[in-house]
């Protein structure tokens, strides 16, 4: 882990990522304030509406006219009902939705900043804020199409800093439950971090599993108890959009491929991508158990990499994690993809991509396998002493008070 600059060079640091964030909040209650939304609002309008009459936990079993299947855990319901009520009170439920969205990629850019000035120079860290703050694809799906990923990746990578450099396994714990609570899709990431606490011993483990296991209890046991089979059918099941838009199920359409196989992919055999990407998180965590932000950042980019359903609201999955692998691939993920989400949102249907977008998508997925593999590497390539001593310093938050000030004053004593 890197140290801190001079005193003024960790104040202009500091400065500049607060200007960003400013910024990143002025420019997306533009959005907020001056457009209806697009995409998810008047879905979300709908669901609230159906929350508010049936509640956020027999939601499950009744289906909502006009929309999708209900497939959001069980926090998301309670936002909603929350909604639901200040939408009847007079503030507009365009607003409402986007508005947390919008909060959590500020506090994204601020645990960016976090995670990478521990970890590379200061430049580098205020850049990838920057990055996080300013990201068009950040921008468009959270303050215009309306959507809670951003707020599930926001919980995802403070559980894995929290955990990781914070360390304080009870509080990550409580923040990896709040994550999949949120949106289902963070849930790749847990066995990540159960892997890091692992690796710190015993207590470390007992401590992140009961602030998880707690907080998963609160949130999600009064539906399993009352509804179960409408909840794992509608979320856990939940296979995602079946549209061809992007990636693997894009190519294998423009390939020609099977429509058996297609299907396939989409259906059943999605689990296997699923469990690719825990696989390799794992592996990546056991490896290089220090860098827990940036291998969960990893996983849920190689989550959205092989995911074979499409949706422009998925593309936030991998802006801000990327950013905490590294500079590079933080800033072409968000560019490029960036641009594949403008034409999206400037066709004249989200669910029928124009030729543009279509190539513009291919080329971002393109960028995004490169960015992974850069990323990878850099984990890989890195000299491991510095697990070790992670693994020494998260070790000893599970050991009693009296030992830890035994070690302090025998280390002030050499």
Same mark, same amino acid.
């Given at each position: 882990?890197?140290?801190w600059?001079?005193?003024?060079?960790?104040? +202009?640091?500091r400065a =500049?990522?607060?200007?960003?964030?400013v910024?990143?909040?002025?420019?997306? /209650?533009?959005?907020i304030?001056?457009?209806?939304?697009?995409?998810d609002?008047?879905?979300? !309008?709908?669901?609230?509406r159906?929350?508010?009459?049936?509640?956020?936990?027999?939601?499950?079993?009744?289906?909502v006219?006009g929309?999708?299947?209900? $497939?959001h855990?069980?926090?998301?319901?309670w /936002? #909603?009902?929350?909604? $639901?009520?200040?939408?009847? /009170?007079?503030?507009?439920?365009s607003?409402?939705?986007?508005?947390p969205?919008?909060?959590?990629?500020? =506090?994204?850019?601020?645990? =960016?900043?976090?995670?990478?000035?521990?970890?590379? +120079?200061?430049?580098?860290?205020?850049?990838?804020?920057?990055?996080?703050?300013?990201?068009?694809?950040?921008?468009?799906?959270? *303050?215009?199409?309306?959507?809670?990923?951003?707020?599930?990746?926001m919980?995802? @990578?403070?559980? *894995?800093?929290?955990l990781?450099?914070?360390?304080?396994?009870?509080?990550?714990? @409580?923040i990896?439950?709040?994550?999949v609570?949120? &949106?289902?899709i963070?849930?790749?990431?847990?066995?990540?971090?159960?892997?890091?606490?692992?690796?710190?011993?015993?207590?470390?483990?007992?401590r992140?599993?009961?602030?998880l296991? %707690?907080?998963?209890?609160?949130?999600?046991?009064?539906?399993? @108890?009352?509804v179960?089979?409408?909840? &794992? !059918? $509608?979320v856990?099941?939940?296979?995602?959009?079946?549209?061809?838009?992007w990636?693997?199920?894009?190519?294998?359409?423009?390939?020609?491929?099977?429509?058996?196989?297609?299907?396939?992919?989409?259906?059943p055999? !999605?689990?296997?991508f699923?469990?690719?990407?825990?696989?390799?998180?794992?592996?990546?965590?056991?490896?290089?158990?220090?860098?827990a932000?940036?291998?969960v950042?990893?996983?849920?980019?190689? #989550?959205?990499l092989?995911?074979?359903?499409?949706?422009?609201?998925?593309?936030?999955?991998?802006?801000? %994690?990327?950013c905490?692998?590294?500079?590079?691939?933080?800033?072409?993920?968000?560019?490029? =993809?960036?641009?594949?989400?403008?034409?999206?949102?400037?066709?004249? $249907?989200?669910?029928?991509?124009? &030729?543009e977008?279509?190539?513009a998508?291919?080329?971002?997925?393109?960028?995004?396998? /490169?960015?992974?593999?850069?990323?990878?590497?850099?984990?890989?390539?890195?000299?491991?002493?510095?697990?070790?001593?992670h693994?020494?310093? #998260?070790?000893?938050?599970?050991?009693?008070r009296?030992?830890?000030?035994?070690?302090?004053?025998?280390?002030?004593? &050499?």
């Open positions: 882990m890197r140290e600059p001079d005193s003024t060079a960790a104040r +202009r640091a =500049v990522v607060a200007v960003a964030v910024a990143c909040l002025v420019i997306r /209650m533009f959005f304030l001056a457009t209806p939304g697009r995409g609002v008047p879905i979300f !309008h709908r669901f609230a159906a929350i508010g009459e049936f509640g956020p936990i027999y939601i499950y079993e009744h289906p006219s929309n999708p299947v209900y $497939n855990p069980p926090l998301a319901g /936002m #909603l009902l929350g909604m $639901n009520e200040l939408d009847g /009170m007079g503030i507009p439920f607003v409402l939705l986007r508005l969205a919008s909060l959590a990629d500020a =506090v994204s850019a601020v645990l =960016v900043f976090e995670i990478v000035r521990r970890r590379a +120079r200061i430049r580098t860290a205020v850049v990838c804020a920057c990055t996080v703050a300013l990201s068009p694809v950040l921008v468009s799906v959270s *303050a215009y199409h309306g959507n809670t990923d951003s707020i599930a990746v919980f995802a @990578l403070a559980a *894995a800093h929290v990781a450099d914070r360390k304080r396994p009870v509080a990550a714990g @409580l990896a439950a709040l994550s609570s949120i &949106k289902f963070p849930i790749v990431t847990i066995p990540v971090l159960l892997v890091v606490a692992a690796r710190a011993g015993r207590p470390v483990l007992i992140f599993c009961a602030g296991t %707690g907080a998963m209890a609160l949130i999600w046991g009064p539906v399993l @108890l009352t179960p089979e409408a909840l &794992k !059918h $509608n856990v099941d939940y296979a995602g959009s079946r549209y061809r838009l990636g693997l199920v894009r190519f294998a359409d423009w390939l020609g491929a099977p429509e058996s196989a297609i299907a396939f992919a989409m259906g055999g !999605h689990l296997l699923v469990l690719v990407c825990v696989a390799v998180g794992v592996w990546l965590a056991w490896r290089r158990p220090s860098e932000p940036a291998v950042g990893l996983t849920l980019a190689l #989550l959205l092989l995911s074979t359903a499409s949706g422009v609201q998925y593309l936030a999955w991998a802006a801000a %994690g990327l905490a692998v590294g500079l590079w691939e933080g800033l072409a993920y968000n560019a490029v =993809v960036g641009v594949a989400a403008y034409l999206a949102y400037s066709g004249p $249907n989200l669910v029928i991509w124009t &030729k977008a279509l190539l998508g291919a080329l971002g997925w393109a960028v995004l396998a /490169m960015a992974i593999a850069s990323g990878m590497h850099k984990l890989l390539a890195a000299p491991r002493t510095v697990d070790a001593d693994l020494r310093a #998260l070790s000893k938050v599970a050991t009693p009296s030992e830890r000030a035994a070690d302090l004053f025998e280390n002030s004593a &050499k």
